[in-house]
Structures are given as structure tokens and as C-alpha cells.
């Protein structure tokens, strides 16, 4: 049988120190059975895994630091069929901004934007730290907002597959026919030039001497 | 000269989270910013570099600098990036104009807008465009686009095809022979004409090395060389000098627009049968947020909405207007746009470009190529009835570029002109454009059903006597509806050129040694405005020099080593080593006062 691949781009948000790209990267070195190698350029984290039998491709988009001072670019939300908004659950504050976050997708992402939203560090619980946002108030705010929702530990790395494969399976997946039907489409309207994909000097030249 | 050791870049000064994996040979990867430490919530203290505008330019400098191992400061007085290469919704137009009017943006005068209410409280909203301020086409053989290989940022970015390339001439706008075969096939053109083009085409991709030809006329005009040494007649002069060429009047010389078409020709085939890429969602402003996204991704930090008072070269601090602070070791890089006030070292802008962005509710999909959603139009000197000098441009985008909703499409018109006549240039391309394509679209005869009628066999048979009927009562149908128009003149520093010169963007050489009591500009450097070059050619030019002003060097611009698993598993990807440059600027500026600099930088 034909696994079709979908790509998905996610991007991260929540404010800075409440473990954002921790969750990301746990989730990409994790020793996951399907996973591949995690693959890492300049522009976003990649990684595979394998939902009821499709393979999604996880284009990951950290901030870079750039949501520090409200300097995100419109490119960063454009397309994004996904997105995690983390929040420190030993941190009102970033619980507080986190609502920004969520209000900020809606106005800048599309609308039919996959959010999750993600209370994290809760192993600071098992070591002293003391609860400040309740786990109902994050459930409260996801139910009213239409959002997935989960707690989490980057550090243990308790529930964090869970907030990928709960993304994944609540992505729109397509068979591989209806896949190639659907690029077959795509490519007719609006022709994507892929610039990895250029001639090499020497068809250019038997090109020239036609 | 002394070349000062080159810093340990990002990559190789601090391991990647994976180095510490099992895995036995880790790639080599760059550090991503915020990954393993949090960031610091307030701008750094200390950096290297300040750069305070987010254009093209600053952008692409920032980004070599962050990868180089700069600690750089990147910061715009806007809330959004692009600052001259911004792309920007109707409503930041708006407010745009009224700073523009009222002088709180500089180097641009004289902007009028006209905004239909069906944008806004009818069936279009403003976030539905994305306007570009200096709209750009990217050639497929280029320095930059080998920058956005090297540096992975083109996978921030989409791209599409730019092939049609149209010549105004006698009311019709005639598409370009691009090609040999398509110059074999055309039965318009005489065998001699043909003969003489393929000996020109021929020569061109090689014409350096071929001096006895071109050398006695290096300083005459190109229409002159073309003529007496070709034998080609005006149609074919006018298409290789403007519309492949894409030069600016007739005096252009003779090695500058020789240069310029076979940027044209060797950008044919290399990604398919077209010269040209354009980027989706915007031109320039969305190259300008993927080299900002990158250089934040190689440690940059990055404020908007800051705006720089002054900068003080003897206790070497940057002030902002937020109280904030800054000491910078090495160099401060303004764009003019954003001199701070008292500011007295901006570089005079003396030239002039004139742009009139329009959109028409009009598909207008007979300009393009099949699949496509861009084409250029050139209006050569003499071709339009204000007897224009200069070239008249207009790059038309439509619905599929994603800058306009469908139904739509948008015209970026401009010009060199200078003065007055600029606008009546405009004028007159425009009108010439919408004579067009009024007539393209009354000649749809097939959309009146009382004219057609279809046989048993689907045939179409038109109905003569209605068709009599039709014409006699046939009346203008109504002008096009615009539902946008902004005109404004831009002030550059940079003269229209026939090749990118670093030359001319060393003109604050001199001023940098001046030290003015009260300014608050001493000893920084600006980086000039957008010329009217429509290819981005002079971006990584400017980049460069500043690159080597602040470094010292430009051998390790962009030198960069990300290694990807889909990369090399694919099999014959080009390698970006591969890609020639397209405008040769190998020679190095010539550094008066390179000492200088050299002390100046602590490394």
C-alpha cells in the first residue's frame, strides 16, 4: 500500500523561558519507533512519524527569539496549519500571556488553524515547585477558545508525543490518490518553482547550442 | 591590506543540541537561537553592529552577520518589517501616505492615494493585498538567489515563473522571441533578421572575451552597436535593450546593456523555458522578513517599533527613544528612512523614481503565461503618446502571486524620468494599459449568446445577421474599475545604472571622517534607498560593501555549511557553488583608510 506524506507547518508561541523549543526538541530526539533521524537546517526543525498509517512531516517553526519584542513577521504565521501555544503552569504570567498568543493566531494565521495549548513543566511540581495555573483553567480556556489541550513535561517528557500525534490526527489526512489529485490540481493553477531543482551548467549549455 | 582573523562563526562557536546525541557523526548544524538557554528579555547591553532599518539591504547584512559570528542589533521605527521593501495591507498604506505627507518619512514626497469603498466596507479587505513598495523580479542567475540557496532561506519563501516579457509598440503590446527556436519560428521575422539575431545571441554570452568587437564602441550607445554591427532594425534594438535588457533610455553604453541581456539569456532553462523567478505573498518584503528570520535564527536581536535618537562615536553608545541603550563596538547602519532626528551626515538623494501602484478588478489573465501570475511590460522611449525619454515599467501581478484576491490584479508602474514629465510618462502608460486591455476584453464575442449558437455537432457558428446588429449598436463599455491608486515619488542616492557598481554605495566614505558638533549621526553609515532597478541585483552589492566595511572582508560573506538530509539524498541537486554570478563584482572596493577601520575593530 502507498503511505502518502503530509507536511504540516507548525509554529511555536508563548512567551520566552516557559520551555517552548524544549518541548520541540524532546520531541525530536525522542527514540520514537517510527521516527526517523530528525533533520535540522537553518530554517525549522523537521520529524516523521506515522499516524494511522499516513506519515506526517512536521515542519517545526521556533520564534528565534523574535517574539520577545512583538517583532514576529507575517510570514511566520502564514500557512501554519498548526501551532502550540506554551505557558509555564508555574507562571500566571505566561498563562496570561498565552491568551495574547491564542488571540494573536486568530487574528494573523487562517482560520482553520490547528491550536494546542500547552501547559508545561510539570515535573516542577514532583520537585517543590508549586502549582500557579490550575489545570482547569487551562481546559476552561482551551473548551472556550476550540482548542487541543495538554499538560506537559519537557524535561520528563511526559505527554509530549501525545501533543503531536493529537495534532497530527486532527489534521485533514489524505489518502495518496486523493493527494495526487489534489497537487495534480494545485500544480495546473499555480506552478511552484522548487530552487533545488535547477539544470546544471551542462544541460544549459546543450540547451544554448540547440 | 591586513586581514583582520576571522571570528569563530555561530555554528563553530557553541555545539549543537545534537552533538550531544549518540549519534556517532553529528551534522554540523548552526545554533538556533533560544533553543538551549533562554533568550534575555531586554535588548542586549553590548552588540557589534546596530542596524536600524529592515530593508532588503539591511537584512541581507544582518543575516551575514549573525551567521559570521556578529552580535547584531537589528531594529526598525515601523511595527512591521521591510521598512522601503515593505509589503503592506491597504490600511498601513494608508497611514504610510499620510507619514510620507506630512515629512515624518523621508526620501519619499508627494504621495496620493485613491482607495475605493469596495476595499474596506465592500468586498474586499485590506489585509486581502499585499502592496510592495519597491516591487523586484528575481533572475534565475544571480547573486542573490545563490545567497538564498546558500543561506536556506528560499525555504521560507515560495516562488513562480516570470515569462512574458511585452514590448509596447504601435498600441499593441508584443510579446518577446525569447528563444532561438522561438526566433526560427517566427514568421514575422526575415530570414536576415533571423541570421542576425542568432549571430547577436551568440555573441553576447560571451561578448567579454570578445573586445574587437564590442571595444570601439565601449563608449558609444548600444543602439548604435546593434545597428551598424548587427544590422538589426529598431523592433529588435528596442526588444533586447528594453525589454530583455531592461535598461532605461537610449543612452545606455554599450557594455553596460550587453552586461544586462545576457543576465537575461543565462537565466533562461535554469529552472524552466523562463528567465525570471517572483516570490509569493510580496516581493522584496518578503525576502526582507526571511534574511530577518534568519539572521534571528544565527543570534540577532530583533525590536520593532524602536526608533534610534542618536549615537554618540566617542563613548560609542546608541540612544532610543524608549530610554533604552546600546554600547556598539563596531559599526552603526541607518537606512536614510530612518535617520534619527538632528541627523546631518544623510547622504543626498538627488535622484528621482516615480511610481504608480494600481489594482483593477480585471482578471487580465491574457498577459500571462499559462499557470503563471506575473508578466512585465516596457514601454520603450517614444512609444507613448506623452513622447517619453525614458522607459516606462510596469510589472503586473495577479491573483495567483497571492498579493490580491481572485478577480484582481496589480500594476506596479515606474519610471527615471525626473520632474513633471515623470507623471505624465505614468499617465500615459496607464492609459495605454487600459485601452488594452478594454480592447482584449470587447472582443469576447463568445460570452454573447445571441450571437453564438452551437450546431448538433458543438460547433460554434456565429450568427451574422445578429452579429451586423451587434456592431452597430456596439457603445464603449465603461472604464475599468480601479479600486486602488498610489502614486509617490522616491529620492535615491543611487543614479539609474546600467550595472550595479559598488562604487556608488561608498558615497558616505568621505562623511564618516567628518565629525559635526550637535549631529546625531556621527560616524555612522547609511545604506542607500531602492534605486528603480527592477531585479535585485544591487542588493547584495550594497550588502557586500557594508559587509567589508564592518568585517574587513568579503570572503566569508555568507559562508555557510548547513548540511540536510533531503538535500543529499536527492540526486543531481545543484550545488550552490555551481550558480555563477551574474553581475561580476569580484573587484574589491578600494579601501581609503582601511587602517582606520582596522583599529577601530576589536577583535
Same mark, same amino acid.
Given at each position: 500500500?502507498?503511505?502518502?506524506?503530509?507536511?504540516?507547518?507548525?509554529?511555536?508561541?508563548?512567551?520566552?523561558?516557559?520551555?517552548?523549543?524544549?518541548?520541540?526538541?524532546?520531541?525530536?530526539?525522542?527514540?520514537?519507533?517510527?521516527?526517523?533521524?530528525?533533520?535540522?537546517?537553518?530554517?525549522?526543525?523537521?520529524?516523521?512519524?506515522?499516524?494511522?498509517?499516513?506519515?506526517?512531516?512536521?515542519?517545526?517553526?521556533?520564534?528565534?527569539?523574535?517574539?520577545?519584542?512583538?517583532?514576529?513577521?507575517?510570514?511566520?504565521?502564514?500557512?501554519?496549519?498548526?501551532?502550540?501555544?506554551?505557558?509555564?503552569?508555574?507562571?500566571?504570567?505566561?498563562?496570561?500571556?498565552?491568551?495574547?498568543?491564542?488571540?494573536?493566531?486568530?487574528?494573523?494565521?487562517?482560520?482553520?488553524?490547528?491550536?494546542?495549548?500547552?501547559?508545561?513543566?510539570?515535573?516542577?511540581?514532583?520537585?517543590?515547585?508549586?502549582?500557579?495555573?490550575?489545570?482547569?483553567?487551562?481546559?476552561?480556556?482551551?473548551?472556550?477558545?476550540?482548542?487541543?489541550?495538554?499538560?506537559?513535561?519537557?524535561?520528563?517528557?511526559?505527554?509530549?508525543?501525545?501533543?503531536?500525534?493529537?495534532?497530527?490526527?486532527?489534521?485533514?489526512?489524505?489518502?495518496?490518490?486523493?493527494?495526487?489529485?489534489?497537487?495534480?490540481?494545485?500544480?495546473?493553477?499555480?506552478?511552484?518553482?522548487?530552487?533545488?531543482?535547477?539544470?546544471?551548467?551542462?544541460?544549459?549549455?546543450?540547451?544554448?547550442?540547440? | 591590506?591586513?586581514?583582520?582573523?576571522?571570528?569563530?562563526?555561530?555554528?563553530?562557536?557553541?555545539?549543537?543540541?545534537?552533538?550531544?546525541?549518540?549519534?556517532?557523526?553529528?551534522?554540523?548544524?548552526?545554533?538556533?537561537?533560544?533553543?538551549?538557554?533562554?533568550?534575555?528579555?531586554?535588548?542586549?547591553?553590548?552588540?557589534?553592529?546596530?542596524?536600524?532599518?529592515?530593508?532588503?539591504?539591511?537584512?541581507?547584512?544582518?543575516?551575514?552577520?549573525?551567521?559570521?559570528?556578529?552580535?547584531?542589533?537589528?531594529?526598525?521605527?515601523?511595527?512591521?518589517?521591510?521598512?522601503?521593501?515593505?509589503?503592506?495591507?491597504?490600511?498601513?498604506?494608508?497611514?504610510? #501616505?499620510?507619514?510620507?505627507?506630512?515629512?515624518?518619512?523621508?526620501?519619499?514626497?508627494?504621495?496620493?492615494?485613491?482607495?475605493?469603498?469596495?476595499?474596506?466596507?465592500?468586498?474586499?479587505?485590506?489585509?486581502?493585498?499585499?502592496?510592495?513598495?519597491? &516591487?523586484?523580479?528575481?533572475?534565475?542567475?544571480?547573486?542573490?538567489?545563490?545567497?538564498?540557496?546558500?543561506?536556506?532561506?528560499?525555504?521560507?519563501?515560495?516562488?513562480?515563473?516570470?515569462?512574458?516579457?511585452?514590448?509596447?509598440?504601435?498600441?499593441?503590446?508584443?510579446?518577446?522571441?525569447?528563444?532561438?527556436?522561438?526566433?526560427?519560428?517566427?514568421?514575422?521575422?526575415?530570414?536576415?533578421?533571423?541570421?542576425?539575431?542568432?549571430?547577436?545571441?551568440?555573441?553576447?554570452?560571451?561578448?567579454?572575451?570578445?573586445?574587437?568587437?564590442?571595444?570601439?564602441?565601449?563608449?558609444?550607445?548600444?543602439?548604435?552597436?546593434?545597428?551598424?554591427?548587427?544590422?538589426?532594425?529598431?523592433?529588435?534594438?528596442?526588444?533586447?535593450?528594453?525589454?530583455?535588457?531592461?535598461?532605461?533610455?537610449?543612452?545606455?553604453?554599450?557594455?553596460?546593456?550587453?552586461?544586462?541581456?545576457?543576465?537575461?539569456?543565462?537565466?533562461?532553462?535554469?529552472?524552466?523555458?523562463?528567465?525570471?523567478?517572483?516570490?509569493?505573498?510580496?516581493?522584496?518584503?518578503?525576502?526582507?522578513?526571511?534574511?530577518?528570520?534568519?539572521?534571528?535564527?544565527?543570534?540577532?536581536?530583533?525590536?520593532?517599533?524602536?526608533?534610534?535618537?542618536?549615537?554618540?562615536?566617542?563613548?560609542?553608545?546608541?540612544?532610543?527613544?524608549?530610554?533604552?541603550?546600546?554600547?556598539?563596538?563596531?559599526?552603526?547602519?541607518?537606512?536614510?528612512?530612518?535617520?534619527?532626528?538632528?541627523?546631518?551626515?544623510?547622504?543626498?538623494?538627488?535622484?528621482?523614481?516615480?511610481?504608480?501602484?494600481?489594482?483593477?478588478?480585471?482578471?487580465?489573465?491574457?498577459?500571462?503565461?499559462?499557470?503563471?501570475?506575473?508578466?512585465?511590460?516596457?514601454? &520603450? &522611449?517614444?512609444?507613448?503618446?506623452?513622447?517619453?525619454?525614458?522607459?516606462?515599467?510596469?510589472?503586473?501581478?495577479?491573483?495567483?502571486?497571492?498579493?490580491?484576491?481572485?478577480?484582481?490584479?496589480?500594476?506596479?508602474?515606474?519610471?527615471?524620468?525626473?520632474?513633471?514629465?515623470?507623471?505624465?510618462?505614468?499617465?500615459?502608460?496607464?492609459?495605454?494599459?487600459?485601452?488594452?486591455?478594454?480592447?482584449?476584453?470587447?472582443?469576447?464575442?463568445?460570452?454573447?449568446?445571441?450571437?453564438?449558437?452551437?450546431?448538433?455537432?458543438?460547433?460554434?457558428?456565429?450568427?451574422?445577421?445578429?452579429?451586423?446588429?451587434?456592431?452597430?449598436?456596439?457603445?464603449?463599455?465603461?472604464?475599468?474599475?480601479?479600486?486602488?491608486?498610489?502614486?509617490?515619488?522616491?529620492?535615491?542616492?543611487?543614479? &539609474?545604472?546600467?550595472?550595479?557598481?559598488?562604487?556608488?554605495?561608498?558615497?558616505?566614505?568621505?562623511?564618516?571622517?567628518?565629525?559635526?558638533?550637535?549631529?546625531?549621526?556621527?560616524?555612522?553609515?547609511?545604506?542607500?534607498?531602492?534605486?528603480?532597478?527592477?531585479?535585485?541585483?544591487?542588493?547584495?552589492?550594497?550588502?557586500?560593501?557594508?559587509?567589508?566595511?564592518?568585517?574587513?572582508?568579503?570572503?566569508?560573506?555568507?559562508?555557510?555549511?548547513?548540511?540536510?538530509?533531503?538535500?543529499?539524498?536527492?540526486?543531481?541537486?545543484?550545488?550552490?557553488?555551481?550558480?555563477?554570478?551574474?553581475?561580476?563584482?569580484?573587484?574589491?572596493?578600494?579601501?581609503?583608510?582601511?587602517?582606520?577601520? #582596522?583599529?577601530?575593530?576589536?577583535?
Amino acid at each position: 500500500m502507498n503511505t502518502s506524506v503530509t507536511s504540516i507547518k507548525l509554529v511555536l508561541l508563548g512567551e520566552a523561558a516557559v520551555g517552548k523549543s524544549s518541548i520541540v526538541l524532546r520531541f525530536v530526539s525522542n527514540d520514537f519507533a517510527e521516527n526517523k533521524e530528525p533533520t535540522i537546517g537553518a530554517a525549522f526543525l523537521t520529524q516523521r512519524v506515522t499516524i494511522n498509517e499516513h506519515t506526517v512531516k512536521f515542519e517545526i517553526w521556533d520564534t528565534a527569539g523574535q517574539e520577545r519584542f512583538a517583532s514576529l513577521a507575517p510570514m511566520y504565521y502564514r500557512n501554519a496549519q498548526a501551532a502550540l501555544v506554551v505557558y509555564d503552569v508555574t507562571k500566571p504570567q505566561s498563562f496570561i500571556k498565552a491568551r495574547h498568543w491564542v488571540k494573536e493566531l486568530h487574528e494573523q494565521a487562517s482560520k482553520d488553524i490547528i491550536i494546542a495549548l500547552v501547559g508545561n513543566k510539570i515535573d516542577m511540581l514532583q520537585e517543590g515547585g508549586e502549582r500557579k495555573v490550575a489545570r482547569e483553567e487551562g481546559e476552561k480556556l482551551a473548551e472556550e477558545k476550540g482548542l487541543l489541550f495538554f499538560e506537559t513535561s519537557a524535561k520528563t517528557g511526559e505527554n509530549v508525543n501525545d501533543v503531536f500525534l493529537g495534532i497530527g490526527e486532527k489534521i485533514p489526512l489524505k489518502t495518496a490518490e486523493e493527494q495526487n489529485s489534489a497537487s495534480n490540481e494545485r500544480e495546473s493553477n499555480n506552478q511552484r518553482v522548487d530552487l533545488n531543482a535547477a539544470n546544471d551548467g551542462t544541460s544549459a549549455n546543450s540547451a544554448c547550442s540547440c | 591590506m591586513l586581514s583582520p582573523e576571522r571570528r569563530p562563526s555561530m555554528a563553530e562557536r557553541r555545539p549543537s543540541f545534537f552533538s550531544f546525541t549518540q549519534n556517532p557523526s553529528p551534522l554540523v548544524v548552526p545554533h538556533l537561537a533560544g533553543i538551549e538557554d533562554p533568550l534575555p528579555a531586554t535588548t542586549p547591553d553590548k552588540v557589534d553592529v546596530l542596524i536600524a532599518g529592515t530593508g532588503m539591504v539591511e537584512s541581507v547584512l544582518a543575516a551575514a552577520l549573525a551567521w559570521q559570528g556578529s552580535n547584531v542589533l537589528h531594529i526598525d521605527k515601523n511595527d512591521y518589517y521591510g521598512d522601503t521593501s515593505a509589503t503592506l495591507t491597504v490600511d498601513q498604506i494608508k497611514r504610510w #501616505v499620510n507619514e510620507v505627507n506630512e515629512g515624518s518619512v523621508s526620501c519619499y514626497k508627494n504621495a496620493k492615494l485613491y482607495v475605493s469603498t469596495l476595499i474596506g466596507s465592500g468586498k474586499y479587505s485590506s489585509r486581502d493585498f499585499g502592496i510592495d513598495l519597491s &516591487p523586484k523580479i528575481l533572475f534565475a542567475k544571480s547573486d542573490l538567489l545563490s545567497i538564498l540557496i546558500k543561506s536556506r532561506v528560499h525555504q521560507y519563501l515560495e516562488f513562480q515563473s516570470l515569462s512574458n516579457f511585452h514590448t509596447y509598440e504601435n498600441d499593441c503590446f508584443e510579446k518577446l522571441t525569447n528563444t532561438k527556436q522561438e526566433i526560427f519560428t517566427d514568421q514575422n521575422l526575415p530570414l536576415m533578421t533571423k541570421r542576425n539575431l542568432m549571430k547577436f545571441i551568440k555573441f553576447v554570452l560571451n561578448w567579454e572575451a570578445q573586445t574587437e568587437i564590442w571595444q570601439p564602441y565601449a563608449e558609444r550607445t548600444m543602439s548604435d552597436f546593434l545597428g551598424e554591427k548587427f544590422k538589426l532594425e529598431k523592433p529588435q534594438v528596442f526588444e533586447l535593450i528594453f525589454s530583455i535588457g531592461l535598461c532605461y533610455d537610449l543612452n545606455v553604453k554599450v557594455p553596460e546593456a550587453l552586461q544586462r541581456i545576457r543576465r537575461y539569456l543565462t537565466s533562461f532553462d535554469v529552472y524552466g523555458p523562463f528567465p525570471a523567478l517572483c516570490s509569493k505573498y510580496g516581493g522584496p518584503g518578503e525576502l526582507s522578513q526571511g534574511f530577518c528570520r534568519s539572521a534571528a535564527v544565527g543570534g540577532a536581536t530583533y525590536k520593532l517599533n524602536e526608533k534610534l535618537v542618536s549615537f554618540n562615536p566617542t563613548t560609542k553608545v546608541a540612544t532610543f527613544q524608549d530610554g533604552s541603550k546600546v554600547e556598539v563596538s563596531e559599526k552603526v547602519i541607518i537606512s536614510p528612512t530612518q535617520a534619527p532626528k538632528d541627523s546631518k551626515h544623510v547622504p543626498q538623494q538627488q535622484y528621482q523614481v516615480h511610481r504608480l501602484t494600481c489594482i483593477v478588478e480585471n482578471p487580465c489573465t491574457e498577459w500571462f503565461n499559462e499557470g503563471e501570475s506575473a508578466a512585465m511590460v516596457v514601454f &520603450p &522611449p517614444g512609444s507613448l503618446k506623452s513622447g517619453n525619454k525614458e522607459v516606462v515599467q510596469a510589472f503586473i501581478l495577479g491573483a495567483g502571486s497571492e498579493i490580491c484576491p481572485e478577480g484582481t490584479i496589480v500594476w506596479y508602474l515606474s519610471t527615471t524620468e525626473q520632474g513633471p514629465r515623470a507623471e505624465m510618462d505614468i499617465d500615459a502608460a496607464l492609459e495605454a494599459m487600459e485601452m488594452a486591455l478594454l480592447r482584449e476584453s470587447s472582443s469576447g464575442l463568445e460570452n454573447d449568446e445571441e450571437i453564438v449558437q452551437l450546431t448538433g455537432n458543438g460547433h460554434t457558428i456565429v450568427n451574422s445577421v445578429k452579429l451586423g446588429q451587434s456592431f452597430k449598436e456596439y457603445v464603449p463599455r465603461e472604464r475599468l474599475q480601479f479600486l486602488f491608486k498610489l502614486y509617490y515619488t522616491q529620492y535615491t542616492s543611487t543614479p &539609474p545604472f546600467g550595472v550595479v557598481n559598488s562604487s556608488f554605495f561608498d558615497v558616505n566614505q568621505d562623511l564618516e571622517k567628518k565629525y559635526i558638533p550637535g549631529a546625531s549621526d556621527n560616524g555612522v553609515i547609511y545604506t542607500t534607498m531602492p534605486s528603480a532597478e527592477i531585479s535585485y541585483d544591487e542588493v547584495v552589492t550594497a550588502a557586500k560593501v557594508l559587509y567589508e566595511k564592518i568585517v574587513g572582508s568579503d570572503d566569508d560573506f555568507f559562508d555557510l555549511d548547513f548540511e540536510d538530509e533531503d538535500e543529499i539524498q536527492a540526486s543531481g541537486v545543484a550545488n550552490a557553488e555551481q550558480f555563477e554570478n551574474a553581475i561580476d563584482d569580484d573587484d574589491d572596493v578600494n579601501m581609503e583608510g582601511s587602517g582606520e577601520f #582596522v583599529g577601530e575593530m576589536e577583535i
